[in-house]
């Protein structure tokens, strides 16, 4: 069974501009979740989706948002990109909230100049 | 306030030490999910665990181990006879049910294991 997938891998913007990221779940999970990971904060927890609805979201400003298709694939997008965005974003996905284990993607390392 | 915390920030053994990595938790839930997570430098998290807060069994996976107790908040994990490629940042990390289920990990900072030959 294949693993999470995610688009691009590498990425360089420039401030300002805007990124959309993308995830493709293990096949047969419906919960996707989003982190991202900075030296100076850590992994820190952006949003989580399942069955194309937002069930949770973190302490982000509204410049960071997402969503979820009906085939459980996600995308988060950032608009207005700043030189503190510059992170790794990390996907995670899982059969459902709550009670299962969480598989994470290799991560797209978006780097902003 | 829920808070996961790893005072090892970095550890350095020999290969074939055992190593046993600290994780302490802060939660106001009774149901709760502990994990264990591998970095490795090519970055992708690794999932090695997941106990729920009922399950206070110690469990072993080959040179892995983990020791999970309430009474003092804690769920470390041990590698024995450590490799090489054990050599990467390990996180724990922490799931409530508080509000409903959720997937929502609050992380430690990690801790940085480098396993010399």
């Known amino acids: 069974k294949a693993g999470v997938t995610q688009t691009p891998r590498y990425l360089i913007k420039t401030r300002g501009q805007q990124v959309t990221l993308s995830c493709s779940p293990i096949s047969g999970h419906r919960s996707v979740s989003w982190y991202q990971q900075t030296p100076g904060q850590g992994l820190q927890f952006l949003f989580e989706?399942?069955?194309?609805?937002?069930?949770n979201k973190g302490n982000f400003p509204g410049r960071f948002s997402g969503r979820q298709f009906s085939n459980s694939r996600s995308e988060m997008n950032v608009s207005t990109l700043e030189l503190g965005d510059s992170a790794l974003y990390l996907c995670a996905s899982s059969l459902g909230p709550g009670d299962y284990e969480q598989y994470f993607g290799p991560g797209t390392r978006l780097t902003v100049t | 306030a829920q808070k996961v915390t790893q005072a090892q920030t970095e550890i350095s053994v020999v290969e074939k030490e055992d190593v046993t990595l600290d994780c302490v938790y802060e939660?106001?839930?009774?149901?709760?999910?502990l994990f264990w997570y591998k970095q490795p430098p090519s970055g992708e998290l690794v999932f090695l665990i997941r106990?729920?807060?009922?399950?206070?069994q110690n469990e072993i996976s080959g040179r892995y181990s983990w020791n999970f107790q309430k009474s003092t908040s804690s769920f470390n994990f041990t590698i024995t006879a450590s490799q090489v490629v054990d050599s990467a940042v390990y996180f724990c990390a922490l799931s409530e049910r508080y509000g409903g289920a959720t997937n929502k990990l609050i992380f430690g900072t990690g801790t940085l294991l480098a396993v010399q030959p």
């Open positions: 989706y399942f069955s194309e609805t937002q069930r």
């Open positions: 106990r729920n807060s009922f399950d206070e």
């Open positions: 939660t106001r839930d009774t149901t709760y999910y």
